[in-house]
């Protein structure tokens, strides 16, 4: 199942491009991965980290050679958070498609990337410390996880897997 829940064409960081939001239960194909991020619950609060050049995020990054994106969701969020978690299911992806021609310097596939989200399961948050990427970490009640920026592009990824993690 892939199932469209947002669609938008006046993304900043594509400057010409087109993001489309799914709900899906099977990943991308792996010749467009590009980046994967997991949310991770206690109770109904979500950890997010405060990144040095975004600000408060979702905890994620940029799947490396070789690697999946499970394997890249739980790397980023220890990296970022210092949350060691296991993927608990695939919640759904960003496809984020360029209308430009391919700039000889741009790193993602072309004309289309994709973000991947997944639940998480927490199971030891260890003491953090600041590091390259990151100033802090902290867990946000869904009111104020909806109120930050980054998140308000992910809405329907978001309230899905916060209803699965009621669900337990």
């Known amino acids: 199942m892939k199932r469209l829940v947002d669609r938008q064409t006046d993304v900043a960081l594509l400057k ?61 969020v220890w990296e970022e958070a210092y949350a060691r978690v296991e993927i608990v299911e695939l919640i759904g992806f960003q496809e984020l498609e360029v209308f430009f021609p391919k700039p000889a310097d741009y790193r993602w596939s072309y004309p289309v990337a994709t973000q991947v989200h997944y639940r998480c399961r927490l199971f030891e948050l260890c003491p953090f410390e600041e590091n390259e990427e990151s100033t802090d970490r902290a867990f946000f009640p869904p009111d104020e996880a909806r109120a930050i920026a980054t998140e308000k592009g992910y809405l329907p990824i978001y309230e899905e897997a916060l209803r699965r993690a009621m669900l337990g």
């Open 16 to 76: 010409g491009g087109e993001a489309r939001l799914y709900l899906a239960d099977e990943a991308p194909p792996a010749e467009v991965w590009g980046t994967a991020f997991g949310f991770v619950f206690d109770g109904d609060r979500m950890l997010l980290t405060h990144l040095r050049d975004r600000g408060w995020d979702l905890p994620g990054g940029v799947i490396d050679p070789g690697e999946t994106p499970e394997v890249a969701a739980v790397r980023e």
